[in-house]
Each structure stands twice: as structure tokens, then as C-alpha cells.
């Protein structure tokens, strides 16, 4: 029997040779279509309804057999179905498709639309017109393609309007599309899709990283990254920007790297200026500190490694204060930047040189064999500095104090290595500046041994007895009467026995225990003057002040009180300064001078000739007495020269109306001689060593 369609449409009889029972065949091949299939008559009743459309619509197949199509479309367009049906019977065409987008609609039993694709097909069984429609529910696809083409609006918009700049780029490095905000930020036109430019070129210290992070979001390793670099600009200037680039190579509306970049050169260079501040000395532009310490410590760490040694220079110009006083921070300024100048011309290009500050400069030298290369180092520096510098119309020449500390890898600490220094430093400038010293042990034995006596100069000056006063005669050679008496500090250790000042004057001065140490002897001096003075002794006294002690605003009240309580007359009473004062605030020494003297305090300049002032800057000050430096007198005997400059100090000091003393006066025959040379006054051994009293 051959396969025939009932009128409930269901096909009955054999198929083929095999005796296959065609119904059977035809049922299941229907039912397990994954779409749903109906098939009409020509009148549009329903004759077939699968499981597939059973569950797209939602109607058993029973409930829609016999039943009008009309039921599975909406209101709205049975009309146009009727009407496109009626078309199509006519048509020659046997089969056709249709998609939701001329509006195919299908309606489920609870009233749910959804967008379908349908392929329609006319086919004649036993004479009977018979359409069978094949439909497939696209709401996803639907769903997805809305999805997508809201995502691509979204996107245009984006482009179009946002502040950052949008750059699409072939896995080739093409430019494939830029959005507007391209050309403010690279100078270049925009690149419109469908046209192709080359990418901007990338700094080459970023390329790598630029590569890296570029491969990587086209290799799928992360989608997207993030990164700053550099581009260049049209104009030829390199700028920040921040990119981050996602890999939207699968995006069809796309379809490369998108770099989404934004403008951050204002904020690095900000950074950069901030970091320059940190870490740089405004005036000299070189390191500072900071940054020193933090070279210094990699230099030191990577010495450990290698056994190579690390020096480290700490350089002050010496007295650099008077240029500063003198011709003015300006010129100061200059001066500082000058010397810097010089320190880098000599500099290998492993030293980092940086200035701490004020005067003082840092030069660290890493990689050194041993000392030896350290103070060469330190030799060339100073020789730097020996032609004079041209500034303000001026030759200024300028000599500096290094102290040269060396590390020997035994891990020191950067800060020591500096503090090392330091101390070098202060010890090239007590032994008068214009040299080098090494840190080494007998420098380190030295620093704790002033520290120990800083300790116990401390409690002596607490205990009423420790600090003394000695007094040394001052004679006129002429008659070989007593004029005056010095004041010599002594300290009475309580185990150590008498201590001289050489041993603690300099210690006193540095840490300002000077002041007490002062108003002690200065109190003594008053006191035991104004003694002798009831007792009928004619004399005058003179106590040593130190160049910090003219400094202290307290001295003049000091001075004042201590004459008043003792009752010590006008001119009884001097003071002894070194030509020391002369190099710190001259203006400041002769202010204080002045007014000591108004209250009637006679004013001696000490250990005249070995110091640093040179004769025409004495008549600034308001000076009684000159004292000749033992120095001289020592080898006045022997030395024609040396007489040839007492003499000379002499007749000036007598020109300037000051009297002379002579002092470390030891041997008759020295006394004849300043005696010949018109010397008024001496003072030494020989006419008497200090003695308590
Ligand atoms: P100065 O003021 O030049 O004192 C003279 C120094 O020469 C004294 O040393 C004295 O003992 C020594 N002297 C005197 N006659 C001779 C001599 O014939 N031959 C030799 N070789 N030396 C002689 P002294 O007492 O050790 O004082 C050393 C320095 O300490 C003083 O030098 C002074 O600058 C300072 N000094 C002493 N007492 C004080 C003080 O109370 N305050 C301050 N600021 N400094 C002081
Ligand atoms: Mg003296
Ligand atoms: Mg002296």
C-alpha cells in the first residue's frame, strides 16, 4: 500500500523494500525534529502538529488538529498571512523562507509572542494542496543581535564623545580607527574606519614593556592590560598617556586591540618635579641626602659582594661664612654652584656627588681598591679648587676641609660611613683646613676620647672645685714690674690631677660648654682681682674668650655684673681675643669689642701672627694691646726672618697706638732682644709659670 495522507493527517501504509511500517517511520521522524513542523491545508486548518511545535506553542497536538493556523499567529497579522498565503498558492515557487525580520510572529497558548523563523513549502498529496511549515523560535538570537547592536550605539557613542582617546589596532600595529579626541592628544588627523594609519611611535625606554603588554592581550593571556608610556606627538614632544588595551579582536563591531588611552603628562611631570624636589638640591641640582644615603647604602651593599671599597668625601669650604657675610648670599650662591661644577668635572661617572646643604658637599666613590685611590681622589678635589673663581667682578679664592672615610666591609651602615666623614672633616678643619684627613682608628680613639671628656668636663663644671684659675705674670721688660696677670683656665681632676686647656678649651668650644666654663673664670678673675686691689696691688687682669663667647648675647651682662659685685675700676679688667674672631662675623666682634670697652674692659688680641687674619682687617676693632704668638718668640734668637717680623709687628702695633707684649718669654737674651726691638711688655717662663692665686 503506498503512503497516503488520512484526514487526520497522519500517513499510513509501507515504505520501501523492507516493510518498514511508513506511519511509524514518519512519526518518529516527526517527533524527533528539533523544530517545530505544522502542516495545513489549503483551507489553513491544522493537519500535523509535532512535539517540537507542541512545546513551542504550548497546545497538545489533539487540541489544534482540524483547528485554523490562525490560532498560532496574533491578531495583528493574521490578515497579512491570509493575504500572503493566498499569494503564495498562486506562486510557482515551492518553498520559501521568512525570518522575524519581515515580522514573523508566532503566539503561544498564554498569549506570548515570539519572533520565529519560518520556511514554508507547497506540496500536493493525492491531489490535495498541503502547506507544511517548519518554525523556529529566534527570541535569542533576537535578544543577542538587540543586545549587540545597543553595545555597538554604545560604543560609537563612547568613541565620539569621550574624553580619553580611543585607538583600534591591528594585531599587525595598524591604526584601524581613532576616535575624535585623537588628534588633541597626538596631533594627528583621526583615522575613520575603513582607512589605516600607522601607529605613533612608542619611547623607545617603554617599547619593551609596550611589546610585552601588546603580545600578550592579542596571545588572550589577559584581555586587558594596562600600562604607561610614551608617544610621540606631532610636534615632535614625547607625551604621558595611559593606556589600557583590550583584545577585541573576536568583537565583530571591532575587531583589533582597542588601546583606550589618556592624557597623564601634567601628572608626571608634576611627579617628576616632586621627585626632583625630594630628592635634589634646588640651587646645585644635585642629589641631596636623601638620595646620597640611598646610593651610598646600594654602593656599600654591592661592596660586600665584590671586596671593592666605598670612600666617602664630605667636603666644607673653609670659611665660606665670611664670603657669604661679605659679598653677599648672591655671590655666595654662585660661589656653591661654581664649586659644584668643579666636583663634577672630576667626578668618574660611578661617584654621585650631592650637596647636604650650606657649604658642605658629599661625594661618594664606590669600586675603589684600597685608601690610596680615596685620597687621590681627595688630592684632585682639592687641587680642583686651587684657580681662583670669577664672580662678581671678583678672583675669590677658596680652599676646603675633606674628611675621607673609607669602608673596609665590615658592613657599615650609610649613615655611619657619613658620620665618619663628618668627623674627618672637623678634623681637617681644627688642623686648619685646606687639607684631607682620613676617618681611622686614631681619629675614631680621639672622638671617644673627647667624648670623655666632654662627660667629666660636664661634672666638673657642676662641682664648685674642679675648674680654677691660674695666674701668669705679664712684666714691663723696662723696669720688670708686674702690669697685668693672665687668667689660665686649670682643671683639677680628682684623679687625673691638673689638667691643662690644650686638653679641653677645643672640646668646651664644640660643645658649648665654653659659656660656663667662661663665666667661671671670668667670676674668679673678678674676684681675685678685686682682692688684691683692697690689699693696694696695682695690677690689671686679663682672661681668654673664646671667638663662641663673643657670640653669646649674654656677655655683655655677664662682664657688667661681675666687675660691679667685685668692684672691679675701668681699665682693670681685659679681655684676650684670638684673630679667630676676625674670620667668623667680624661686624658682630667689633659690635661686642666696642661695647666691652665702653664699659671699660681693655681689649687684647691674642696669639697675633699665626692666624688667619692679615694685619689691614686689625684696625676694625677697637684694640688695646697686641700680643705676639710664642711662635715667634721662640725662634727670635735664631731666626733673623722671625725677628724681621716682630719687629714689623711691633713699629705697626705702635703705629696703630697699641702696646705689645711678647708672651712664652723663656730666656734672658729673648727678653734683650724685644726689649731692643721696643717691645713693651713680656710674659713667659721666665718671668714667672701660672700659679693658683
Ligand atoms: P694663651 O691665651 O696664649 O695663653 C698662654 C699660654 O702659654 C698658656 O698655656 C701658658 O701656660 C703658656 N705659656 C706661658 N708662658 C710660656 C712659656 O714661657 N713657654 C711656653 N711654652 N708656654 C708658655 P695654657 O694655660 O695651657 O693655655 C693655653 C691656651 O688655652 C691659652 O692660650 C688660651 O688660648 C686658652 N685658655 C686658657 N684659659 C682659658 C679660658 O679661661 N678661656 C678660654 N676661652 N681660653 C683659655
Ligand atoms: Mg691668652
Ligand atoms: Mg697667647
Known sequence: MPAAVTKSGVLVGEVGSRGLDARLLLTRVLEDASDAIIATGEDQEILLFNRAAEELFGYCSDELIGQPLSM???????RRHAGHVARFSGETIERRSMSERSGVVGLRRDGDEFPAEVTIAKLRVSGHLVFTATVRDVSERVALEEQRRRAETRFESLVEHSADT???????????FTSPAYTRLLGHATVKLGEQATLPRVHPEDEALFEDTFTDVIAGGTRSREQEMRLLHRDGDWRWIHATCTNLLEEPSVGGVVINAHDITARKSAEAALRQQALFDPLTGLPNRILLADRLTQALASSERTGCHVAVLFLDIDRFKVVNDSLG???????????????????????????????EFLIVAPGLEGREQALQLADRILASLDDPFHLANRELFLTASIGVSVSQGDRPTAERVIADADAAMYEAKRRGGKRWTLFDNELRNRMLQRITVETELRLALGASDQIVVHYQPIVELTSGRVVSREALARWEHPERGLILPGEFILVAEETGLIQSLGAKVLDAACRDSGRRARIGIDEMVSVNLSPCQLEDPQLLGLVQSSMERYGIPRNRLAVE????????????AAFVLGELRRLGVRLVIDDFGVGYASLRYL???????????????????EDAADATIVSTIISMAHNMGLSVVAEGVETQRQADVLQELGCDYGQGYLFGRPRPG
Do not use: C, W, Y
Not at 681675643?577 to 658682630?588: A, Q, W
Not at 684696625?619 to 734668637?637: A, G, N
Open 166 to 176: 580611543i585607538m583600534v589596532v591591528s594585531p599587525d600595529r595598524r591604526l584601524l
Open 72 to 78: 498560532l499567529l496574533p491578531q495583528r497579522v493574521r
Open 329 to 359: 648670599h648672591g655671590t655666595g650662591d654662585a660661589l656653591l654652584l661654581a664649586v659644584a661644577r668643579r666636583l663634577q668635572k672630576i667626578r668618574r661617572g660611578v661617584d654621585t656627588i650631592a650637596r647636604l646643604g650650606g657649604d
Open 577 to 588: 681675643v684670638t684673630e679667630n674672631v676676625l674670620i667668623r662675623d667680624i661686624d658682630r
Open 619 to 637: 684696625h676694625r676693632l677697637p684694640l688695646d694691646i697686641l700680643k705676639i704668638d710664642r711662635e715667634f718668640i721662640s725662634s727670635l734668637v
